[in-house]
């Protein structure tokens, strides 16, 4: 199936259609061609290749932490100076969201993804060779940030689009490469560093990201064509090319191709014409043919070259048209998503979600602590967050994937925000040690449900759908930047303003409170836009049949069948 594709029709007529589009991407593996999203496939190599970009992005930005004593004892700096190194790789990984989607747009999957596995492994392999902080803040705050960024984005878009129904199940097993990273890989390079030390175990990581260049080869682009004869597929493309053009040129288009056809009718005529005469004769010239008529003959043969040839000139100019329109509309970076009330609510509870995501991880211990939990039972709180984050990355992807919920999905989400800012709230009240293990179980529980569906929800047609979340995706991230950068610091100034860490986990459930009354907009937001767009055509179809009745004085009973434009 990999090699015979390229001398198949269908895939040549696929390829002409894709540069018609301005899909012009270099490509490793050629794509894969279905009439539907096929909900399996070659999505599972793209499933597996996902698991392993979750390993090598989140999962060692979450372990970075291993490394943070042994940089701060041979640098000689303090605490917040190092952390800064994973501040700025996030956000600069969140930052150029925007960019992944035009280079993805204008490249394809597979060369963007398999450029940022170039980067990631080129700056953590730099950052072993550093002799300060401000050098690591380039090596891997810069370089390998924006790897990651060419990497998480472009590779959890395509896994959204070979899947429909299992989307969120899969998407949700898939992520959890970054928890399999924490539990696995984190104390197995901790291990080695105390070996060989901090330096060369970077190195090392350094080599293994190199992987996820092969992850980006296996991104085969997927087409979704459905099963149609070669002349419709024309037809429809001819007429999705006069749908892209403006109304100022409209009109003299349609003259292009009514002269097409007239200039294809009379050539088959003459056609026509030419084999009666020929059968009359028998083949042979009259002897006593009337010399005016041969004239006239001939004159005809040459209007009607003279027509072919400004058929063909307009055909070519129809192409060349559809060709410049069609680049018009599918830019590289959509920006008529920002026009969506929906997208923009779903952006805003994305950006106030955010800023609820940093309060536990960072000040767990120590909130433990000012309540009186010795130091040995404080730090269990961590590794109960990640085995409840695993348990819900699968529960959030098996009830998704559920029929009573399948259209239901951000409802399921909204109540997951809900309760975990309950559970934020419940942090700030309890002083013992048990309870403070619940709320870190349900806290990670649902952290893990909003974790593994928020990014793939953009492709539900109830916030932007399928076709444009690869633009969605890049804007939204890029909104989301500024809270992962303002949250960790609004934190830190609340618990040194209050001299209480519970401080910075009334912030959090303030953000995530504001996060819940945006999510519950979107949907609304995005019905109420098609019931005024759909009320408007039916006041426009009502207005022209009354303009048509003469003073409109007719009921609608009785104009029945003038009305049925007007149904919604």
Same mark, same amino acid.
């Given at each position: 199936m990999c090699l015979s594709w390229v001398k198949s029709k269908e895939t040549r007529q696929i390829f002409e259609v894709m540069d018609l589009c301005g899909a012009k991407v270099t490509q490793v593996l050629g794509p894969c061609a279905y009439s539907e999203a096929p909900d399996g496939g070659w999505g599972w190599v793209?499933?597996?290749?996902?698991?392993?970009?979750?390993?090598?992005?989140?999962?060692?930005?979450? &372990?970075?932490?291993?490394?943070?004593?042994?940089?701060?004892?041979?640098?000689?700096? &303090?605490?917040?100076?190092?952390?800064?190194v994973v501040s700025i790789c996030v956000f600069v990984m969140t930052f !150029?969201? @925007?960019?992944?989607?035009?280079?993805?747009?204008?490249?394809?999957?597979?060369?963007?993804?398999?450029?940022?596995?170039?980067?990631i492994s080129t700056g953590t392999i730099a950052t072993s060779f550093t002799s300060s902080v401000n050098q690591m803040y380039i090596t891997y705050g810069l370089v390998a940030g924006?790897?990651?960024?060419?990497?998480?984005? @472009?590779?959890?878009?395509?896994?959204?689009?070979?899947?429909?129904?299992?989307?969120?199940?899969?998407?949700?097993?898939?992520?959890?490469?970054? &928890?399999?990273?924490?539990?696995?890989?984190?104390?197995?390079?901790?291990?080695?560093?105390?070996?060989?030390?901090w330096r060369h175990t970077m190195a090392v990581i350094g080599a293994l990201q190199s992987i996820v260049i092969i992850c980006g080869a296996l991104l085969r682009p997927i087409i979704i064509k459905p099963n149609a004869s070669q002349d419709t597929e024309t037809d429809t493309l001819s007429s999705k090319m006069l749908k892209a053009l403006g109304p100022q040129e409209d009109a003299e288009h349609v003259m292009l191709e009514?002269?097409?056809?007239? !200039?294809?009718?009379?050539?088959?005529?003459?056609?026509?014409? &030419?084999?009666?005469?020929?059968?009359?004769?028998g083949g042979h010239t009259s002897p006593h043919k009337d010399p005016t008529e041969s004239r006239c003959l001939e004159r005809s043969q040459v209007h009607v070259k003279e027509l072919e040839k400004t058929g063909r000139d307009a055909e070519e100019q129809l192409e060349k048209d559809g060709d410049q329109k069609l680049s018009v509309k599918n830019p590289l970076l959509d920006f008529s998503i920002l026009r969506e009330c929906s997208f923009i609510f779903y952006s805003l509870f994305g950006l106030f979600a955010t800023l609820g995501f940093f309060a536990p991880q960072l000040y767990i211990i120590r909130l433990s602590m000012s309540r009186g939990v010795k130091r040995e039972q404080a730090t269990y709180m961590l590794p109960t967050m990640a085995v409840a984050e695993i348990l819900g990355r699968f529960s959030i992807g098996w009830v998704l994937t559920r029929k009573p919920f399948r259209r239901r999905k951000l409802?399921?989400? $909204?109540?997951?925000?809900?309760?975990?800012?309950?559970?934020?709230?419940g942090f700030t009240l309890v002083a013992e040690f048990w309870g403070l293990v619940v709320c870190c179980g349900v806290y990670g529980f649902f952290m893990g449900t909003l974790a593994c569906t928020h990014i793939p929800m953009l492709a539900e047609d109830d916030v932007v759908g399928i076709e444009r979340m690869s633009s969605a995706a890049g804007v939204y991230v890029f909104i989301q930047s500024f809270a992962g950068l303002a949250g960790p610091?609004?934190?830190?100034?609340?618990?040194d303003v209050t001299q209480n860490y519970g401080a910075a986990f009334?912030?959090?459930?303030?953000?995530?409170? $504001?996060?819940?009354?945006?999510?519950?907009?979107?949907? @609304?937001?995005?019905?109420?836009?098609?019931?005024?767009?759909?009320?408007?055509?039916?006041?426009?179809?009502?207005? !022209?049949v009354c303009s048509q009745l003469g003073n409109g004085e007719q009921t609608q009973d009785q104009r029945p069948d003038r009305l049925k434009c007007c149904s919604v």
């Amino acid at each position: 199936m990999c090699l015979s594709w390229v001398k198949s029709k269908e895939t040549r007529q696929i390829f002409e259609v894709m540069d018609l589009c301005g899909a012009k991407v270099t490509q490793v593996l050629g794509p894969c061609a279905y009439s539907e999203a096929p909900d399996g496939g070659w999505g599972w190599v793209v499933a597996a290749a996902f698991f392993i970009v979750e390993v090598f992005t989140y999962g060692f930005i979450k &372990s970075f932490g291993i490394f943070l004593e042994d940089v701060m004892d041979e640098f000689e700096e &303090s605490n917040s100076r190092v952390s800064w190194v994973v501040s700025i790789c996030v956000f600069v990984m969140t930052f !150029n969201g @925007p960019l992944s989607s035009v280079m993805t747009n204008r490249f394809g999957f597979q060369i963007v993804v398999m450029i940022g596995g170039l980067l990631i492994s080129t700056g953590t392999i730099a950052t072993s060779f550093t002799s300060s902080v401000n050098q690591m803040y380039i090596t891997y705050g810069l370089v390998a940030g924006l790897g990651y960024c060419l990497t998480f984005l @472009p590779t959890v878009t395509i896994l959204s689009k070979y899947f429909t129904r299992r989307r969120s199940l899969v998407t949700a097993v898939a992520s959890t490469g970054e &928890s399999f990273a924490m539990f696995a890989l984190a104390p197995a390079f901790s291990a080695l560093r105390d070996l060989i030390g901090w330096r060369h175990t970077m190195a090392v990581i350094g080599a293994l990201q190199s992987i996820v260049i092969i992850c980006g080869a296996l991104l085969r682009p997927i087409i979704i064509k459905p099963n149609a004869s070669q002349d419709t597929e024309t037809d429809t493309l001819s007429s999705k090319m006069l749908k892209a053009l403006g109304p100022q040129e409209d009109a003299e288009h349609v003259m292009l191709e009514n002269s097409v056809t007239r !200039n294809k009718e009379l050539t088959a005529a003459s056609g026509v014409q &030419s084999d009666k005469d020929s059968s009359t004769t028998g083949g042979h010239t009259s002897p006593h043919k009337d010399p005016t008529e041969s004239r006239c003959l001939e004159r005809s043969q040459v209007h009607v070259k003279e027509l072919e040839k400004t058929g063909r000139d307009a055909e070519e100019q129809l192409e060349k048209d559809g060709d410049q329109k069609l680049s018009v509309k599918n830019p590289l970076l959509d920006f008529s998503i920002l026009r969506e009330c929906s997208f923009i609510f779903y952006s805003l509870f994305g950006l106030f979600a955010t800023l609820g995501f940093f309060a536990p991880q960072l000040y767990i211990i120590r909130l433990s602590m000012s309540r009186g939990v010795k130091r040995e039972q404080a730090t269990y709180m961590l590794p109960t967050m990640a085995v409840a984050e695993i348990l819900g990355r699968f529960s959030i992807g098996w009830v998704l994937t559920r029929k009573p919920f399948r259209r239901r999905k951000l409802l399921v989400l $909204l109540a997951c925000v809900v309760i975990m800012t309950m559970d934020l709230v419940g942090f700030t009240l309890v002083a013992e040690f048990w309870g403070l293990v619940v709320c870190c179980g349900v806290y990670g529980f649902f952290m893990g449900t909003l974790a593994c569906t928020h990014i793939p929800m953009l492709a539900e047609d109830d916030v932007v759908g399928i076709e444009r979340m690869s633009s969605a995706a890049g804007v939204y991230v890029f909104i989301q930047s500024f809270a992962g950068l303002a949250g960790p610091p609004l934190g830190g100034v609340l618990v040194d303003v209050t001299q209480n860490y519970g401080a910075a986990f009334y912030s959090c459930a303030v953000g995530m409170g $504001l996060s819940a009354m945006f999510l519950g907009l979107v949907k @609304p937001a995005k019905r109420g836009f098609s019931c005024r767009r759909r009320s408007l055509k039916r006041f426009k179809c009502e207005r !022209n049949v009354c303009s048509q009745l003469g003073n409109g004085e007719q009921t609608q009973d009785q104009r029945p069948d003038r009305l049925k434009c007007c149904s919604v």
